[in-house]
């Protein structure tokens, strides 16, 4: 049976399963599993008693019951274990016992517990799971088994095993023959109780610190650990550094065997200063860079050359890691631990893999100049050299090395590169490199001042200075200046006027100077060749001249005089300024070019502008030269063809004395017949807006004589009230509201219609 006592008097306090009773299982949630030979009864406690809660029909005898959980337990018997869940009255076969297995059930916690099976204890999840990937072997099936935090301990025929919840190992064995567990282990925690036919045996645990102490001598850390982290007799911080101190033993320890990957795994996960541990690698690192640092001791006298290898692949990738946590800025001396580490690094990839130096030194680093310098050199490893100096700000010394190696193979295309990616702080270095490149490749060379290596990473990119640069080629590579001018106008759109004043007046200087060829030059070869680039050359400044809006007209004018072949750019500079009387001297009289001339005023003219007249200046030029009968025909042309734009008593004003009416008599009659027809279309319209006055008035008229009438019983088409004795407003569409319904005097409050346009609104 099952009863029920109260302590501490051992009182009976009540009988809830009288016969039958095999086994019965207790959970701390109040709910009582109760075994019978074919079902199973469970019980809840509350209000001081226990009561049932149901009833599971079973088709084999339980050896052992064990709560998983409020719904689930294990129970065990001669054969088997099931799962199950009383609330939905199934089970499930968890796994067969084994031949020579007593069905034992313990819960260690809320996510696991722990079944025997032949010679081990498997440990399932609430889902009657394996949740471990290992399981606790014994030497012989345990007879019953018990979990005393954090170890458990099996008893087996001959003697009395221990293991740790944590391993798979067994730390201590009792030779104790024939014993049984007595069941105080819930009263008890420090003990437990043993029995056998020679007596009762009382097993203590001994303190947690003597128990590290213990394991660290027989290279147990991992067990230790978990001790460690159970301790309550210390406080946190001295917890911490226990910790660490353990791990730093267990890593070294790892080490020592030459278990090297597991080793900085364990090292990564500790607070410690990373050049303790370069110090496990001698034929590594050199005892300059581990200068006043605790060294840890290395049991290993000799390495192969593969576990050389081995060992520095895994010291790299731990170093790799751990350079790049936070914590490690937490020491005081960060900045020269960072430099050793990288130092190593380098070191570490020289002797492992070559190929990974050049890749880890373009990135920034804070390897030690001198050493690693040493070192890329004794391996003649130039490119890589490079980067260092590159990362380091050592441009000077990079150059020099860049140059040479390019010079070796006749391929500046890495010298180009490296310098076009030197900023305006370096501008010096670029003005001394990129002289003696343009005597090698003036494009690349160009190529130099003009890359912007611009990106969202880098939003001003070189930020090179524009002006110090012109000037610099000015002085020292004047044939490079156009075409620096010329990528900034025509590429990036440069709108700078100084920058197009130089342009315009080297494209003038490049022009004069193949004026002067063509003028001393005899050979028909060289002045067919001469004729040719001339004619591109006046091209440019033609086209610059009408296209760029940004050179000082001005300016320029002082560079283009009379007596010059370029006077129609000369024309085109003047009517810049606004000097069209001298624009149309050059193309009337200087040039003849009489379409020109003609364009030049359609282009000019403004009706109501100050170039209204610009078609008189023309005539007047035309007429200055009265002798000549072509200039007479032309402005006669002028006239007939431009009546409009010209005002005709102003024209028959500067026309000669002695010109016919003959002549004239085209022109008058077109002006005539111009005026005419000008002054009936102003009459038409006089009449169309007299007309349209008097519409306006005749509506004014009748908005004005329109009448409503208010009575009584008029209501405001808003709120729907009567408008009575209240102030109203009647809007344009005869709607009648309440003055207080009316938002917006221009809105209609009904409708929503605007009468902004109105004057009158409302009435």
């Known amino acids: 049976m099952i009863e029920i006592f109260n302590l501490p008097a051992l009182t009976s306090q009540s009988i809830i399963c009288q016969k039958r009773a095999l086994i019965f299982s207790y959970d701390q949630k109040d709910l009582l599993c109760v075994g019978l030979k074919s079902k199973l009864i469970f019980y809840k406690y509350g209000q001081g008693s226990f009561k049932n809660i149901g009833e599971m029909i079973i088709s084999f005898i339980p050896k052992t019951i064990e709560w998983i959980n409020a719904t689930k337990l294990i129970v065990g018997s001669k054969k088997e274990y099931r799962l199950i869940n009383y609330e939905e009255n199934n089970s499930k076969l968890i796994f067969t016992i084994g031949k020579n297995a007593t069905p034992i059930a313990r819960k260690i916690n809320d996510e696991e517990t722990l079944v025997v099976k032949d010679k081990s204890c498997h440990f399932l999840d609430a889902n009657g799971v394996g949740s471990r990937e290992y399981n606790l072997k014994w030497k012989k099936a345990p007879r019953e088994i018990i979990f005393f935090s954090p170890y458990i301990i099996g008893i087996l025929p001959t003697q009395i095993c221990i293991g740790t919840l944590y391993t798979n190992q067994l730390i201590q064995i009792i030779p104790i023959q024939n014993s049984r567990k007595i069941n105080l282990e819930r009263i008890f925690h420090k003990c437990l109780y043993i029995v056998n036919n020679e007596g009762i045996w009382r097993l203590e645990s001994i303190p947690l610190e003597n128990q590290i102490n213990i394991l660290l001598k027989k290279n147990s850390f991992k067990e230790a650990l978990e001790l460690c982290g159970l301790r309550e007799d210390i406080d946190e911080e001295l917890k911490t550094n226990n910790l660490n101190s353990i791990t730093i033993k267990y890593a070294q320890h790892l080490f020592n065997i030459k278990n090297f990957e597991e080793s900085m795994k364990i090292f990564s996960k500790v607070e410690i200063d990373p050049r303790k541990i370069l110090s496990l690698y001698p034929f590594l690192v050199p005892k300059e860079l581990l200068t006043n640092v605790e060294t840890l001791e290395t049991e290993i006298t000799k390495f192969s050359e593969l576990e050389k290898r081995e060992s520095i ?45 050049l890749p880890f030194l373009r990135l920034k680093n804070s390897c030690d100049l001198i050493e690693t310098e040493k070192l890329l050199k004794k391996k003649n490893l130039e490119k890589e050299l490079i980067a260092l100096y590159k990362s380091r700000g050592k441009h000077q010394e990079a150059l020099e090395l860049v140059e040479k190696i390019c010079k070796k193979s006749n391929n500046f295309y890495e ?117 040719k680039m001339q004619g591109v050359a006046y091209l440019r400044i033609h086209n610059f001249i009408v296209e760029s809006q940004y050179y000082n007209p001005g300016k320029m004018l002082t560079n283009f005089p009379m007596d010059d072949s370029l ?49 008189l200046l023309l005539l007047k030029k035309y007429l200055e030269k009265s002798d000549s009968e072509v200039m007479l025909e032309q402005a006669l042309k002028i006239l007939k063809k431009h009546i409009t734009k010209i005002n005709p008593q102003k024209a028959i004003k500067i026309l000669p004395k002695n010109i016919s009416l003959s002549q004239m008599f085209d022109y008058l009659r077109a002006v005539v ?91």
């Open 313 to 357: 692949l895994q010291l790299i990738d731990y170093l790799y890691r751990i350079r790049n946590k936070k914590k490690l800025k937490n020491y005081q001396n960060y900045q020269e631990i960072l430099t050793t580490i990288d130092t190593v690094l380098v070191k570490g990839y020289i002797t492992t893999n070559t190929g990974l130096v």
């Open 673 to 763: 017949k111009n005026l005419t027809e000008i002054k009936r279309n102003l009459l038409v319209t006089k009449n169309l807006q007299k007309s349209e006055i008097l519409n306006l008035k005749v509506k004014s008229v009748q908005f004005r004589n329109r009448s409503f009438t208010i009575d009584q019983n008029t209501l405001c088409q808003v709120c729907g009230k009567r408008i009575g004795q209240s102030i109203f407003g009647r809007f344009p569409n005869g709607i009648l509201a309440h003055m207080a319904c009316i938002k917006d005097n221009h809105i209609c409050p009904k409708t929503k219609k605007d009468f902004s346009v109105y004057q009158n609104d409302f009435y």
């Open 415 to 531: 010298f180009v590169n490296y310098l076009e990616n030197l900023n305006y702080e370096n501008l010096d270095l670029i003005f001394q490199y990129s002289k003696p490149l343009y005597d090698i490749d003036p494009n690349q060379c160009l190529e130099i001042f003009t890359f912007d290596n611009q990106s969202k990473e880098n939003p001003k990119g070189r930020n090179l200075p524009k002006k110090v640069i012109l000037q610099f080629l000015k002085e020292e590579i004047p044939s490079l200046v156009i075409p620096y001018l010329e990528y900034h106008i025509f590429e990036l759109k440069n709108k700078e006027p100084e920058f197009h004043n130089d342009l315009l007046l080297l494209y003038q200087k490049e022009n004069k100077s193949l004026l002067k060829k063509l003028e001393i030059e005899t050979e028909s070869n060289k002045l067919q060749q001469f004729a």
């Open 567 to 615: 006077l129609e750019e000369r024309a085109i500079l003047l009517s810049r300024v606004g000097q069209h009387e001298q624009a149309l001297e050059i193309y009337s009289q200087k040039k003849e070019d009489f379409e020109k001339a003609e364009e030049y005023c359609i282009l000019n003219y403004k009706k109501d502008g100050e170039t209204k007249d610009i078609f």
